[in-house]
């Protein structure tokens, strides 16, 4: 069955990074891209970006840019977020979602905090 | 960046009711729209992709309509399983969400 299963939460300071990882299962992991979509606590969704497994083409979104790199090792099946700079706004949910349009599966989600 | 507008923010309803939910975007997005149902503490649940067609498993009780800048999503009869939140998606221009509809118990 497909599975996208994320790195456990973190705790940051302002101005520090983090990386978060999604490790997929259950499909040919360069059929489908990965999108990464972020939801602070009691707000709705917001999304980041997306990346081609395939050819590794990314887009973002136009407030994280330059902040946000989206990456794939395809040996693994596993693609990564890390979003650098970090901000006390920037505490939330993160979750990876298979599919660079529609995304259908969903990993479990990554709790970012950032307090100093 | 195209924005997407959705009402109303809450909705409350009874079980067996019919709910609509409205999503407008700021540009044309053509049938590239998704809808998703998220539960407390939960990731999205895909339920309809490329405006009107429903994602496999979910009850035929939703649909999805529209195309170019307004689309809706319909519960036929409201399930006690459907109070949850919902939110629209365009993927025609890279993403961007809809600010959520939550549907609850009147």
């Known amino acids: 069955q497909v599975q996208l299963v994320q790195s456990g939460a973190e705790v940051k300071k302002p101005g520090a990074s983090v990386k978060v990882s999604c490790k997929a299962s259950?499909?040919?992991?360069?059929?489908?891209?990965i999108s990464w979509v972020r939801q602070a606590p009691g707000q709705g969704l917001e999304w980041m970006g997306r990346?081609?497994?395939?050819?590794?083409?990314?887009n973002y979104a136009q407030n994280l840019q330059g902040r946000v790199t989206l990456t794939t090792d395809t040996s693994s099946s596993t693609a990564y977020m890390e979003l650098r700079s970090l901000r006390s706004d920037d505490t939330a949910m993160y979750y990876c979602?298979?599919?660079?349009?529609?995304?259908?599966?969903w990993g479990q989600g990554t709790l970012v905090t950032v307090s100093s | 960046d195209i924005q997407m507008t959705q009402s109303p923010s809450t909705l409350s309803a009874s079980v067996g009711d019919r709910v609509t939910i409205t999503c407008r975007a700021s540009?044309?997005?053509?049938?590239?729209l998704a809808w998703y149902q998220q539960k407390p503490g939960k990731a999205p649940k895909l339920l309809i992709y490329?405006?009107?067609t429903l994602e496999s498993g979910v009850p035929s009780r939703f649909s999805g309509s529209g195309s170019g800048t307004e689309f809706t999503l319909s519960i036929s009869s409201l399930q006690p399983d459907d109070f949850a939140t919902y939110y629209c998606?365009?993927?025609?221009?890279?993403?961007?969400f809809g600010q959520g509809t939550k549907v609850e118990m009147k």
């Open positions: 259950g499909y040919i992991f360069t059929t489908y891209g």
């Open positions: 490329k405006a009107s």
């Open positions: 990346i081609s497994t395939y050819r590794g083409n990314r």
């Open positions: 540009q044309s997005v053509s049938s590239w």
């Open positions: 979602a298979r599919g660079g349009d529609q995304s259908d599966y």
């Open positions: 998606q365009q993927y025609d221009t890279l993403g961007t």
